[in-house]
């Protein structure tokens, strides 16, 4: 399937909880998921060779590309993605997939990151991040 049709987009934590598609994604990536180890290695341990259980899973970071637009309302620094990097809360989000009935994937996560692209005879883009926080759910 293509990625064409493909949105992100944040709660607003309300009860039900309505979601703002972020405009103008033009790509999406993550979250990655990672599973720790523990060293289990002991003096009986055979051959040698270190031993290790399963550690903690973490649902890694979503990551996405935008055509930044300042001044837009799911962008900007008073109502944006943007002004999640200030007030640091963690929200709730979703990647609604392009296939029918549509798959979602959703977890919460706290905005880490954004850094816009500035050239002279292109557009204007940005790259962000949300880290995970707990599991993400496909769905």
């Keep these: 399937m293509l990625g ?14 309505v979601f703002t598609k972020i405009a103008e994604v033009t790509s999406i990536g993550g979250p990655g998921l990672a599973r720790g180890t523990v060293d289990a290695t002991n003096l009986d341990s055979p051959d040698d060779y270190a031993e290790f259980i399963g550690g903690l899973k973490d649902g890694g970071e979503v990551t996405f590309d935008v055509n930044f637009i300042p001044a837009n309302s ?13 007030d640091g809360l963690t929200r709730n989000w979703r990647i609604t997939f392009p296939d029918s009935p549509a798959s979602v994937w959703n977890f919460a996560g706290v905005f880490i990151n954004f850094s816009p692209t500035i050239v002279a005879d292109d ?17």
């Design 123 to 139: 557009k204007i883009s940005g790259s962000a991040t949300v880290k995970v926080s707990g599991k993400p759910t496909l769905t």
């Design 4 to 17: 064409i049709g493909s949105q992100l987009a944040y709660g607003d934590g309300a009860s039900p909880e």
């Design 74 to 86: 799911t962008q900007d620094q008073a109502t944006g993605f943007l002004s999640f990097f200030e």
